[in-house]
């Protein structure tokens, strides 16, 4: 299933970002065309800039809306309860709706130990008032996962692609959401596109070319169907700019489910690759 991401609604993301943040009116054209593709699910966060704000002035009510309280790294074990709790109210503020589908913690370390207690123990008195119905982590790594409360972790949302399988390698329990499934839109690119920092990579990349088109897709149906086909997968987190990116995203997902993807092989572990916070200072 897709959920539309809504990270590019606040800031500009992506190294494929070509036009900027959409403007108010073209939020509005997006969610209305992922509404009438069957698209449900929003996933957002305190951190993506006005991602809220441009949502909550669009008129979300009639989905279910994701969202991320930010890091709260800087506070203190008992400055988290009160934090947590006024974070989430903040973002329904925002959002302008009453309860949130789930919120997941944007920083792993929140939910670890006694932190993760008090976090938890505010998230916990949240959905004791019917503002929040499920509870997850976002993460980077299945490393992330140690020291969680399994038990209460009922989402996890994680970085997945062909050249970065490392979640499928984690014992979950709770319901996998992936995202990042073009690898910050790099894997989008023609060759020719792609920034000079990626050359040093030119053999895999190559092969990932040969197989999107031994496959008779084009990249995004071969990204998007890969995920699909993985068992493990429950949701699949694409962001767009523009209302035609979505109806393409939406045609690929359904072609690219039905073709047999085989690319286990370009899976990477070279994290200057496939880990896009290495990026930040040489594009």
Known sequence: MLVLGTAQFGMEYGVANQT???DESRVGEILDQAYLSGI????????????EN?????????????????????????????????????????LKIDCLSAVLTHDHRDMVGERGRRVLGALERLRAENRVRSLGVSI?????????ERATTQIVQAPF?????????????????????????????????????????????????????DCGLDPVAFCLGFAAQQPAVAKCVVGVEHPDQLAGIVAAFGAGRNVVIEAEDLASYDLDLIDPRRWKDEL
């Open 40 to 51: 449900r699910i929003l996933d957002t966060a305190a951190a993506y800039g006005e991602s």
């Open 54 to 94: 441009a949502l909550g002035r669009a008129g979300v009510s009639r989905w279910e809306v994701i969202t991320k309280v930010p890091s709260f790294s800087g506070l203190s074990d008992d400055q988290l309860d009160e934090a947590v709790y006024d974070s989430v109210l903040r973002s329904l503020d925002r």
């Open 140 to 148: 980077y790594t299945s490393s992330d996962l140690d020291g969680l």
């Open 20 to 22: 900027g943040t959409p």
């Open 161 to 213: 692609s062909v050249l970065d399988q490392r979640i499928l390698g984690s014992d979950l329990s709770a319901e996998l959401h992936v995202r990042s499934v073009f690898l910050r839109g790099l894997l989008l690119r023609p060759p020719h596109a792609r920034p000079a920092r990626f050359a040093r990579w030119n053999g895999l990349l190559t092969r990932f070319d040969e197989r999107v088109r």
